[in-house]
């Protein structure tokens, strides 16, 4: 007997292994599809997982046959890791296959293009251009060169980011748990990190340790011109502490690819405290998770996850 294969993701562009899996499976698609899982979930067998939908304990209960989930992310918060152990369910996903990772700048080159943005102000600079206004003077912003980039985690993305940054003529220094000596950057304590730095870019994993780490007691070191920019997961920074600083001024402003939330529905996102500051201010932008959404990204790691499980499946290891 084949196995009930679900996927939330569109797999259509991995001809070759959507091919294989037919063949191996019963695949089935579901795109967009919050209102409606919880009916396809009955008889899974596997499930090959999207960020935007929770596999939370209910989700779990309902997918009662469920023995494995594949995620093409390096991220797991969409993921309750504690019940999918306790439920002995098995997890595959790319957060530590640096070979396949290594080719993935996407999402440094988004946290330059966030900075640019909130930075220069491109963003009410071009409704204003769109009016058919020329205020120039009113957009001013701050060069980067000779500015000091501040990085929060040395890992993979934070070293990509810092070549990006020693592109633009920056200073760069960086805090981490693990005790390296990269050459031409400086590590120095988190704290002198958030006191130093005019742009700060977070490149950590979301864990028991991570979770609210920049809080108020971090971010009113920052200067009061001082940018961060979050490309990570949306609970490291603690929202409440977040939107203080950018109401009362206390920060230059905050870029952010991710917020706490992002699964929630469309009319529950429009009322998110920080999209409903964002809608009034222009001291705060937010993308909704575009880190890693470009064609070598997405198809990239939906294509390695796919063939993990096409090996998977062909040695057998997922018994009834």
């Given at each position: 007997?084949?196995?009930?294969?679900?996927?939330?993701?569109?797999?259509?562009?991995?001809?070759?292994?959507?091919?294989?899996?037919?063949?191996?499976?019963?695949?089935?698609?579901?795109?967009?599809?919050?209102?409606?899982?919880?009916?396809?979930?009955?008889?899974?067998?596997?499930?090959?997982?999207?960020?935007?939908?929770?596999?939370?304990?209910?989700?779990?209960?309902?997918?009662?046959?469920?023995?494995?989930?594949?995620?093409?992310?390096?991220?797991?918060?969409?993921?309750?890791?504690n019940e999918i152990k306790?439920?002995?369910?098995?997890?595959?996903?790319?957060?530590?296959?640096?070979?396949?990772?290594?080719?993935?700048?996407?999402?440094?080159?988004?946290?330059?293009g966030l900075i640019l943005?909130?930075?220069?102000?491109?963003?009410?600079?071009?409704?204003?251009?769109?009016?058919?206004?020329?205020?120039?003077?009113?957009?001013?912003?701050?060069?980067?060169?000779?500015?000091?980039?501040?990085?929060?985690?040395?890992?993979?993305?934070?070293?990509?980011?810092?070549?990006?940054?020693?592109?633009?003529?920056?200073?760069?220094?960086?805090?981490?748990?693990?005790?390296?000596?990269?050459?031409?950057?400086?590590?120095?304590?988190?704290?002198?990190?958030?006191?130093?730095?005019?742009?700060?870019?977070?490149?950590?994993?979301?864990?028991?340790?991570?979770?609210?780490?920049?809080?108020?007691?971090?971010?009113?070191?920052?200067?009061?011109?001082?940018?961060?920019?979050?490309?990570?997961?949306?609970?490291?920074?603690?929202?409440?502490?977040?939107?203080?600083?950018?109401?009362?001024?206390?920060?230059?402003?905050?870029?952010l690819d991710v917020i706490?939330?992002?699964?929630?529905?469309?009319?529950?996102?429009?009322?998110?405290?920080?999209?409903?500051?964002?809608?009034?201010?222009?001291?705060?932008?937010?993308?909704?998770?575009?880190?890693?959404?470009?064609?070598?990204?997405?198809?990239?790691?939906?294509?390695?996850?796919?063939?993990?499980?096409?090996?998977?499946?062909?040695?057998?290891?997922?018994?009834?």
């Amino acid at each position: 007997m084949k196995y009930n294969i679900l996927s939330t993701l569109n797999l259509d562009y991995c001809k070759k292994e959507l091919k294989e899996l037919k063949k191996l499976s019963n695949l089935s698609y579901l795109i967009n599809p919050k209102k409606r899982i919880d009916d396809k979930l009955r008889n899974i067998d596997i499930y090959i997982s999207s960020a935007g939908i929770k596999v939370d304990k209910k989700f779990i209960q309902n997918a009662k046959k469920l023995k494995a989930i594949f995620s093409p992310s390096t991220g797991t918060d969409h993921l309750d890791l504690n019940e999918i152990k306790k439920k002995k369910i098995k997890l595959f996903h790319i957060a530590k296959d640096r070979k396949l990772l290594d080719g993935f700048t996407a999402t440094s080159e988004l946290t330059f293009g966030l900075i640019l943005a909130l930075n220069r102000k491109l963003i009410p600079a071009n409704k204003e251009s769109a009016s058919g206004s020329w205020p120039r003077e009113k957009f001013i912003g701050r060069q980067l060169y000779k500015k000091t980039f501040g990085i929060l985690g040395y890992g993979r993305l934070g070293k990509i980011s810092s070549n990006i940054a020693r592109g633009f003529g920056m200073k760069i220094i960086a805090n981490d748990i693990k005790k390296i000596k990269p050459k031409n950057v400086k590590m120095v304590s988190i704290k002198t990190l958030f006191k130093k730095s005019d742009f700060i870019s977070i490149h950590i994993h979301l864990n028991n340790k991570t979770e609210g780490l920049v809080n108020k007691d971090l971010l009113q070191l920052m200067k009061k011109t001082a940018m961060i920019v979050n490309t990570s997961r949306g609970k490291i920074i603690n929202e409440k502490h977040l939107l203080y600083s950018l109401k009362n001024k206390k920060i230059g402003g905050a870029a952010l690819d991710v917020i706490d939330g992002e699964w929630l529905s469309k009319d529950q996102l429009k009322n998110h405290r920080l999209i409903k500051y964002e809608k009034q201010n222009d001291n705060l932008l937010i993308v909704p998770h575009l880190g890693g959404t470009t064609y070598e990204s997405i198809y990239g790691s939906r294509e390695h996850i796919c063939r993990i499980l096409i090996s998977k499946l062909k040695k057998g290891l997922f018994k009834r």
